[in-house]
């Protein structure tokens, strides 16, 4: 979920633009530009009528204008048309952008000003952040943490009336990472490939967007914490041959955070799969699949060896200490010294 600072989110912008109640001027910022590029999308189609378009749209780009101009656009009134928008893209390139600091003081009621500052941020402190705060809407959209990723997977595909089986999640949240635009584009192709009602499962992952539903980080995972041998030794193989395929940076960070998630859980106060789900903020399910089961697998002690294993492991792939050694070879290296 993106929140502005000061507690506005996307939720709630969405909210106030469906119901009819727009703003003079919107700001929108950050470094998480899906959630800008989809309020200003919105505003343009709540406020305007596609029939209204041609008159009452204006889409501008920041390095190609100025402030002086933006604000000339946004002077003008609507032709035939209740109100008109205009859309400044790149307005972290505008030159000239305090020039918007006096249209923010008398604003014209009649326009929807949206500017679209991707990468970066207004400084809160000049005049011109006070004034639009005061005129309209300044929201500040952040990079989701990796942790919120599934969240936003699970409410993206309800609203599309899906759903997707925790495992088929997982992969596709470690496969796409952070990049909600792209994360969003493949969920379309899912929803488009399954139809309505059905849920996503791991087999429609591997179908429809490549990644392998056997041979992926967590899948090594869950063989690590039922001190699978084989099953581990066959995914290492398979990555170490496929290297298109495997990124080791992805794959240490996703081991790095089950095992120390892991030490974690032998300090639960309760030791169900609920008081350590509780414990650990997880779901059941993931504690039920992987976390108890490595418990049974692996003492503290030798966690506490892993996860110092897994940092030097780190350090190596990044040329620490001078030796270069295959990505691949250092994860046949670290899944040895897990399993023994």
């Not at 081991?255 to 650990?280: H, N, R």
């Not at 697998?297 to 295959?326: C, H, L, M, N, P």
Request: proline share 3%; aromatic share 10%; with cysteine.
């Amino acid at each position: 979920m993106a929140k502005k600072q000061s507690g506005i989110s996307y939720e709630d912008i969405v909210r106030q633009v469906q119901a009819g109640d727009f703003r003079p001027i919107y700001y929108l910022m950050g470094e998480e530009a899906y959630y800008i590029d989809r309020i200003a999308d919105f505003i343009v189609e709540k406020a305007l009528r596609e029939d209204e378009r041609d008159f009452n749209l204006t889409v501008v780009y920041g390095p190609q204008t100025t402030g002086e101009e933006v604000v000339n656009a946004a002077k003008r009134y609507p032709m035939m048309a209740e109100r008109q928008v205009v859309v400044v893209r790149e307005a972290q390139g505008l030159p000239h952008k305090e020039a918007l600091a006096f249209y923010a003081q008398r604003p014209m009621t009649s326009t929807v000003l949206v500017l679209c500052h991707k990468n970066g941020k207004l400084d809160a402190r000049t005049s011109l952040a006070k004034e639009l705060q005061k005129a309209g809407i300044v929201f500040e959209s952040a990079r989701l943490k990796d942790y919120q990723l599934p969240g936003f997977v699970k409410s993206y595909v309800k609203r599309k009336r899906l759903e997707i089986e925790p495992d088929a999640c997982e992969i596709l949240c470690e496969h796409v990472g952070a990049d909600l635009s792209r994360m969003a584009g493949e969920l379309d192709k899912l929803v488009m490939a399954v139809g309505e009602g059905a849920r996503i499962s791991a087999q429609h992952i591997q179908d429809h967007i490549g990644i392998s539903k056997e041979y992926n980080s967590f899948e090594l995972q869950a063989a690590l914490a039922e001190h699978d041998v084989m099953k581990s030794a066959r995914i290492v193989n398979y990555f170490d041959n496929n290297p298109k395929n495997f990124a080791l940076q992805p794959t240490l960070a996703t081991l790095f955070k089950f095992f120390s998630d892991l030490m974690l859980a032998y300090y639960s106060p309760v030791k169900t799969e609920e008081g350590i789900a509780a414990w650990l903020n997880q779901s059941t399910w993931q504690v039920r699949k992987n976390i108890i089961p490595a418990m049974r697998s692996f003492q503290a002690t030798k966690v506490y060896q892993i996860i110092g294993e897994i940092r030097r492991t780190d350090a190596a792939s990044k040329g620490v200490g001078g030796q270069k050694t295959s990505d691949g070879d250092l994860l046949k290296e670290l899944v040895f010294f897990i399993l023994h």
